[in-house]
């Protein structure tokens, strides 16, 4: 295993200490239980996001705390849910009076611990709802997960939910906003290799050099389809064919295109690949409207890709262009 | 070679295809020559930047061209430099009548063709300077360079020049500036595996499963020494030693440091290595008063990373907290 950490049991401890070094104009980074929160959580009189999961796909969640977007992240170890003791107390740390708004991908572990953290919290007296998202459309059920697994439109719940926070919207319409989004959004990602997990020290699955997994989920399960190695038309020819066919997206439809990566696929590799999509969508008539391309909810350092894509309308325009300061999606401020 | 590609031979050109779909808001990309402007330029009466080199270090240089840094920048071939052709190009899509400072890793293909260019673009009467970047610390000749090579300094001599330009600086007061960023800065690469170049199909190098190299070049020269694998707290201590001791960074300094993935590297990782940066700046009395954590000048899918320091002083500060709209940095607007 070749990574730059100390002690495999101590790299979310350790991480988030750089995290906190790194955004102390930003960020309030807690080790027990882990947290990160806005520096100036609670915002009195607004609805709070909070969010979370296991480690490992950064920049989600922590990266995206800040004004416009998260109030507060719970990081699990990696690929682990956090607990609902740290769920319940990153409610408490940033709960402003007007409720709170669970953005929880859909994962076993996650959905109960975030559930069982709304209730300790509801007990307090603090009003909690939840949103899951499902937006893979790679399998129904899986290694871990009850229906679909929550991949890289998470980041746009949190985006547009939190602008809407941020505006002074009340949870009803907050939580609308979610729910309108998760209902909006389709991904499926894809790999060229692998990841290991510093606490397990082997990769999580293999592929030949010849081979790649059509369908793969953020914590390395499996796919839909492992297949030869295919040029970059052909991968992202199947990708975005089988996210515009689930929804489905129909000519006409304007949308938001998140080409992602899962982390070790570089940059060069990812515009080369956005291109293509772009080009695929044109041809049945979907307008691409906004676009984001990045590393955003990655896989440690596998290699592959993820295409998200969100069914637009003015509203969700107007709030995913809404100033947002956080350490990995910064605009208008 | 696993990769999202398709033609090797046409990795650049299709990943500036997609490149110029993601950023329209932002960019004008051309593919002959190839060249990526700032969707406004040229901008009258203001210094115009131009950097460039070869592809393969994204964001490098193309995600730095916006408000407030880069007017252009002319990505050669993968590792490769641009041509002399290319070079004056970019001068001349972008000299706005203030002058042009070409921004130069030193690398002696960039640095010739870079040269010609100038000349070129002189012979049109237009004032060109050049600056050349060469921060890393690592080797003093090496496969590609005479002298020291250019690495992750290179960004903030384009942010903090690029700030001064947009406020109306002169041809000599950014040359200065740029001047005093090199001469202020450090830097030192370490890597835990190699890349490939997309049109060679095989790894620069190999390196073992227990072997690092520390020094490493951003093409994958060959760096100081080949060493066994080291935890997290051995691999920073050998950059922040060879960096400090070089300039050196003394006690009270003010730095910016930068903490740079080499491109396959994850988040969780680099933010661990920086916290340990951190913590030994500060034993050494060494005020970090800014800092930069992500891939910025990268080696395709390398795994590793690199420090960089900048000793600042009030002036470089303001400059570098100076808006900047671009893909890969952006603040303040």
Same mark, same amino acid.
Request: proline share 5%; glycine share 12%.
């Given at each position: ?15 988030? *200490?750089?995290?906190?070094?790194? !955004? ?17 959580? %609670? ?5 709070? @996001? $909070? ?6 796909? &950064?920049? #989600? !969640? ?17 690929? /682990? ?13 940033? !709960?402003?009076?007007? =409720? ?29 709802? /939840? ?22 439109? /998470?980041? #746009? +719940? ?7 926070? &941020? ?32 606490? +397990?020290? &082997? ?15 953020? !914590? ?6 492992? @297949? ?26 304007? $949308? ?7 982390? =070790? ?14 080009? @695929? ?6 307008? +691409?409207?906004? *676009?984001? +391309?990045? %590393? ?7 290699? =592959?890709?993820?295409?998200? @894509? #969100? *069914? ?10 809404? %100033?947002?300061? /956080?350490?990995?999606? *910064?605009?208008?401020?």
């Amino acid at each position: 295993m070749k990574k730059i950490i100390n002690d495999p049991a101590a790299v979310v401890a350790e991480a988030l *200490r750089g995290m906190a070094a790194a !955004h102390q104009d930003l960020l309030t980074v807690r080790t027990d239980p882990a947290l990160v929160t806005r520096a100036d959580a %609670p915002v009195a009189g607004r609805v709070a @996001l $909070v969010s979370g999961g296991g480690s490992g796909h &950064e920049p #989600l !969640h922590g990266g995206f705390v800040g004004p416009g977007m998260l109030h507060a992240a719970c990081p699990g170890p990696v690929f /682990t849910s956090p607990t609902p003791d740290q769920v319940q107390a990153a409610i408490e740390a940033v !709960h402003g009076g007007a =409720g709170v708004l669970l953005v929880v991908k859909n994962y076993t572990g996650d959905v109960l611990n975030f559930e069982t953290a709304a209730e300790l919290a509801a007990a307090e007296g603090i009003e909690v709802r /939840t949103v899951l998202v499902d937006d893979d459309v790679a399998v129904k059920d899986s290694l871990y997960t009850a229906g679909r697994r929550g991949v890289g439109g /998470t980041l #746009l +719940v949190e985006k547009i939910a939190g602008a809407a926070a &941020e505006r002074g919207a009340d949870l009803d319409t907050c939580e609308e906003l979610a729910r309108r989004v998760v209902a909006n959004t389709r991904s499926l990602g894809m790999a060229l290799t692998a990841c290991t997990v510093p606490h +397990v020290g &082997e990769p999580s699955f293999t592929l030949a050099e010849d081979e790649m997994e059509i369908g793969i989920g953020i !914590h390395g399960e499996p796919g839909r389809q492992r @297949l030869p190695l295919e040029p970059a038309d052909g991968i992202v020819r199947r990708l975005v064919d089988a996210v515009t066919e689930d929804l489905p997206f129909a000519e006409g439809d304007r $949308v938001l295109l998140l080409t992602n990566s899962m982390g =070790g696929t570089p940059l060069l590799e990812l515009y080369l690949a956005h291109g293509v999509a772009e080009g @695929l969508l044109a041809e049945r008539g979907v307008t +691409v409207e906004r *676009r984001l +391309v990045g %590393p955003y909810v990655t896989s440690l350092e596998m290699q =592959g890709m993820s295409l998200t @894509l #969100l *069914r637009l309308d003015d509203e969700l325009i107007d709030l995913w262009d809404a %100033p947002v300061r /956080t350490a990995a999606l *910064r605009w208008g401020c």
